[in-house]
């Protein structure tokens, strides 16, 4: 082969030494050059002699010296551009009022994240950068009975929120944040927006349903102070006194009358997990974090409909403290056909081993979307379209996964792979058969892949194929393996499948209508464990080429679907499968 290819061969090992930390692939390399100089297609064994001779003296380079000598050649770097229309957002309300657009996502650590957090998190993060705004991640960890954080899904929530994109301003945590709810609590008593109610649970309630107040209400600023002071002290034990917000007792809806703000947690019964024991009385949502909103400045207030009554329950503290609400959205619920988002549910499906985890397939949550390789960009769109509307929706994974298709196909490149292998011996192949196919049949600069079989001296070749293509191409008398040859005399001889070469012409097998089949060559080929949509692992055989593929990315097996690397060693691959 003259310089020039030479040159090509020497620029392409260089480059992807650089990009890999010093070592570079000859399967890669030969895939780069075969890209740039198809012509070259038909001298592949020469030019795998080659590439092994470069490959060598460029292994044997420091990065340092590897980089120098790419500097002479200039960037050899191309990157695939992917061109998507995506909706924008709608403007957000009374934005016009705000000198600074501050959104927030304020989730309870007591498990992790799923598709049903998805709109307020993204809904929150994208204004707020529409608007060059803040975004907030508070963490509401003010449970430490029944909705107690873990320390585990406090880190899991950054990684999910860091995943999909949206990063975030400033971070809080409401366990941190006590005594300035009890500074506040003590104004609103102060201004009689609240008392230190001790009737029993049964008593306030009939009270309450017939509009009348406790003999609690009546007592004056001073007394409900000593109260509070008995709350912190450990006068009051558990469930026996509860700071009170005043509101409308002929409010139509009895859960918006006289709220609960502050109760008395046995601290050494439950303790939290970031602060101990040394806070014994906790707020409750709609005190903490209706009191938050306003003092990190939050100005838009993004969640589901579920929320409305706290909001109602909040403004009449906000009145108390001569306040104004922020502006608040409330969406409709969003459900995703056959996914399970309640957090109960899913923790006991865990510990009761019907799921692996929390990133097995079955569930909906964004560890097991990214592991089957769902793009954040797919959950995105979807929450694009279904937007800040106040209906429920309800997402199919149809369309979810119709999105991230059109996503991950243009670099996904294509492999074989064969999942209920039976032996098949193919007659008539003259000489050793080094096939390139292309790795995507519409993106040229993903380059190649190659297929090596080594025939006996009788001729023939073993290969793989799925059960159910024998099953099929039987009626047939003729098929086509892909990439490779069209076959016939499909038979049974001494308990071994064989057939015959008739040709390699493509467009005569169109003609004909042969049927199609994938495969892979018994000798080399690496086994691929593949976990199924269902959670179940199913084993087959592929090429040696998804071994080269990176943990992480995307690959489109044949006639199988999308699926992700999630590992590798020596000689296997482990995929999950995302879609069709």
């Known amino acids: 082969m ?159 929120l860091k995943w999909l994109g949206c990063t975030w301003d400033e971070e809080y945590f409401q366990s941190d944040r006590l005594p300035i709810y009890y500074e506040y609590a003590r104004r609103l008593i102060e201004v009689g927006g609240a008392y230190v109610c001790t009737c029993k649970v049964e008593v306030f309630r009939r009270k309450l349903l017939k509009k009348k107040p406790c003999s609690c209400r009546m007592l004056s600023p001073k007394e409900n102070l000593d109260r509070f002071d008995k709350m912190l002290d450990g006068t009051y034990g558990e469930g026996s006194a509860v700071l009170r917000v005043k509101t409308d007792l002929s409010h139509p809806n009895p859960a918006v009358r006289d709220w609960p703000a502050l109760r008395i947690v046995d601290a050494k019964k439950h303790p939290h997990p970031r602060v101990g024991s040394i806070y014994r009385v906790w707020p409750l949502y709609n005190l903490a974090a209706g009191l938050d909103d306003h003092l990190m400045g939050v100005t838009h207030i993004i969640r589901g409909k579920e929320h409305y009554t706290n909001m109602v329950r909040q403004r009449y503290m906000y009145e108390h403290l001569g306040w104004v609400y922020p502006t608040a959205i409330h969406y409709g619920r969003l459900k995703i056909e056959g996914g399970v988002l309640s957090k109960s549910k899913i923790m006991q499906g865990i510990s009761k081993g019907l799921y692996s985890g929390f990133d097995d397939p079955r569930l909906a949550t964004f560890q097991a979307l990214r592991r089957r390789g769902v793009l954040p960009q797919a959950i995105r769109q979807i929450i694009y379209e279904v937007n800040v509307r106040p209906v429920d929706a309800t997402i199919s994974w149809a369309a979810l996964y119709s999105i991230n298709k059109k996503l991950v196909d243009k670099s996904s490149p294509r492999y074989f792979a064969v999942f209920d292998p039976v032996m098949l011996e193919v007659w008539g192949v003259e000489g050793e058969k080094l096939l390139v196919l292309k790795k995507h049949p519409e993106v040229e600069s993903m380059g190649y892949r190659t297929l090596t079989l080594h025939p006996t001296r009788d001729g023939s070749v073993k290969v793989f194929v799925e059960r159910e293509d024998v099953d099929r191409v039987k009626a047939s008398q003729a098929f086509r393996l892909m990439g490779f040859a069209n076959l016939s005399d499909l038979r049974e001889f001494g308990g071994r499948l064989q057939a015959r070469i008739s040709g390699y012409d493509l467009d005569s097998a169109r003609r004909s209508e042969y049927p199609l089949i994938h495969w892979v060559p018994a000798d080399d080929c690496v086994k691929v464990k593949m976990v199924d949509q269902n959670g179940r692992l199913i084993v087959g055989v592929g090429e040696r080429g998804l071994l080269d593929e990176p943990v992480g990315s995307m690959v489109q097996l044949e006639r199988e679907g999308f699926a992700r690397v999630d590992s590798r060693d020596e000689g296997s691959v482990t995929l999950y499968f995302c879609s069709r």
Do not use: W
Request: charged share 30%.
């Open 2 to 160: 003259g310089g020039e290819v030479e040159e090509l061969v020497r620029r392409s090992s260089l480059a992807n030494a650089v990009k890999h930390g010093g070592k570079c692939s000859q399967s890669a390399v030969l895939a780069r050059v075969l890209g740039e100089r198809p012509s070259l297609r038909s001298n592949v064994k020469e030019l795998m002699q080659l590439i092994g001779v470069v490959a060598d003296q460029v292994n044997k380079m420091t990065l340092e010296e590897q980089k120098a000598a790419l500097s002479k050649y200039g960037v050899f770097e191309e990157a695939v551009q992917h061109k998507r229309e995506e909706k924008a957002l709608p403007p957000l309300a009374d934005a016009e009022r705000y000198e600074t657009v501050t959104t927030r996502f304020a989730p309870n650590p007591d498990s992790v994240l799923h598709l049903g957090s998805a709109r307020a998190i993204i809904l929150s993060h994208d204004y707020a950068r529409m608007y060059n705004g803040r975004f907030i991640l508070r963490f509401e960890d003010t449970d430490p009975r029944l909705k107690k954080a873990a320390l585990p899904f406090y880190q899991s929530i950054r990684e999910d």
